[in-house]
């Protein structure tokens, strides 16, 4: 069974930082590309940045490109998402997902709260 788990989500002020995990399990972690997707309050859900298989290719959104890094570390079965000089729009459930520029077979999210 596929299990995705994303976690380090919270409270963070205009301008700072978060990092957030994935922690993925049941499949072969290192033979898949994976993707960050988030769904702000209302809207719908918006790709936010792929990293393939062996890390070696990275894209991001324009709305992000610049601010987040993208990583994964294949022997600890985990990907990560580093968000810097955050936003107020940048507030939503940040998933992490089986795929390339994919969010179908996705996890339970965590959320980022971006606010003074």
């Known amino acids: 069974e596929v299990q995705l788990v994303e976690s380090g989500g919270g409270l963070v002020q205009p301008g700072g930082s978060l990092r957030l995990s994935c922690a993925a399990s049941?499949?072969?972690?290192?033979?898949?590309?994976m993707t960050w997707a988030r769904q702000a309050p209302g809207k719908g859900f918006e790709w936010v940045s792929s990293?393939?298989?062996?890390?070696?290719?990275?894209e991001y959104a324009d709305s992000v490109r610049g601010r987040f890094v993208i990583s994964r570390d294949n022997a600890k079965n985990s990907m990560y998402l580093q968000l810097n000089n955050v936003k107020t729009e940048d507030t939503a459930i940040y998933y992490c997902?089986?795929?390339?520029?994919?969010?179908?077979?996705r996890g339970q999210g965590t959320q980022v709260t971006v606010s003074s």
């Open positions: 997902a089986k795929g390339w520029h994919s969010y179908s077979d």
């Open positions: 049941g499949f072969d972690f290192n033979t898949y590309h």
């Open positions: 990293i393939t298989y062996g890390g070696a290719m990275i």
